[in-house]
């Protein structure tokens, strides 16, 4: 088995000189801003017979206040989706919680990194003793006697990297891919997170409630854009749209996202991303579309609003 660490830190040369206007060495802790953020990395991949993991996590490193709360609340997101990392139901945690200190990125990546690898090893050794062992009892079938059982790896890989900043959000994304031995993989994960560089805080929504309804005619538009760029006969109705869906229950509206839109990398309005099977087949991939901020403008909460300014 063949384990790789590395952590690498990469400063950005202007980082708080740009805020400041003073040379970074002059620069007292206590005076710096937290825009735009310094970032140290954690990579990580493990291959054996049963198993394959990788891990590429980024987070800012704690100068201030502001990157301290933003990287205390990106730890608590991290260590817990690499604390549930097999248990799709997120209701009980398979990993037990990193006992010593959470600012030491290195130690503690290392623990959950080796600790994800066990149980996934665990689990795929699990699962392919079981497959085996049901060829062999299989009576209903002509069995080859050239036939060797080959063994298919699990694969889990975690992806945290910041997505995109200016001097007003920063925006951080949590992807993460796993296969289990079913047909094909799947990418799951927190999604996108987004936080104020005011004060560090995590934005916790970006419309105001019960706006699905008022939305749909925003949300049709960008769903027959996203289906029209892969289709060869475009999607001009509703009806053909619908067409193209799995929704959930029979009311005929489509609902937001589960996870929750972000400002898009061009800063000119939000991202809306379904994951797979949200709202549509495996094949349709993951529906997503953009929307700007004066399409939004009447959704937007208020404290929202102010900030765009």
């Not at 990580?44 to 394959?52: H, P, R, V």
């Not at 800012?60 to 260590?79: C, E, G, N």
């Not at 925006?171 to 296969?179: L, Q, S």
């Not at 996203?226 to 475009?234: A, H, I, W």
Request: net charge negative; with cysteine.
């Amino acid at each position: 088995m063949k384990t790789k660490v590395l952590l690498l830190l990469s400063a950005i040369a202007f980082a708080f000189a740009s805020c400041n206007n003073k040379a970074p060495e002059a620069i007292e802790l206590e005076n710096t801003c937290a825009y735009p953020l310094e970032m140290e990395k954690y990579t990580f991949s493990d291959s054996s017979k049963y198993a394959n993991v990788t891990i590429s996590i980024e987070l800012p490193v704690a100068k201030d206040s502001i990157s301290q709360v933003i990287r205390d609340t990106l730890m608590d997101i991290v260590s817990y989706r690499l604390r549930t990392c097999q248990n799709f139901e997120e209701t009980k945690p398979l990993i037990s919680k990193y006992k010593g200190d959470e600012q030491d990125s290195k130690s503690t990546f290392d623990y959950y990194s080796k600790a994800v690898t066990r149980l996934v090893n665990a689990s795929s050794k699990e699962d392919n003793d079981f497959r085996e062992k049901s060829y062999e009892e299989d009576t209903t079938s002509v069995k080859d006697d050239n036939y060797e059982f080959s063994v298919t790896p699990f694969d889990y890989s975690m992806t945290v990297n910041k997505l995109r900043e200016d001097s007003t959000y920063v925006v951080f994304n949590d992807n993460e891919y796993a296969f289990t031995g079913g047909a094909h993989g799947g990418v799951f994960g927190f999604g996108c997170v987004t936080f104020r560089f005011s004060d560090g805080s995590k934005v916790n929504g970006f419309l105001k409630d019960n706006v699905t309804k008022a939305m749909q005619p925003l949300i049709k538009k960008g769903l027959k854009e996203f289906f029209n760029e892969e289709s060869e006969t475009p999607i001009k109705s509703d009806a053909q749209l619908m067409e193209q869906l799995m929704l959930p229950d029979n009311s005929g509206m489509i609902p937001l996202p589960v996870w929750m839109p972000y400002p898009h990398e061009s800063g000119k309005g939000l991202t809306f991303v379904y994951q797979q099977y949200e709202i549509a087949c495996y094949a349709a991939g993951m529906p997503s579309f953009v929307l700007t901020w004066d399409e939004l403008k009447p959704f937007l909460k208020e404290e929202i609003i102010e900030e765009l300014k």
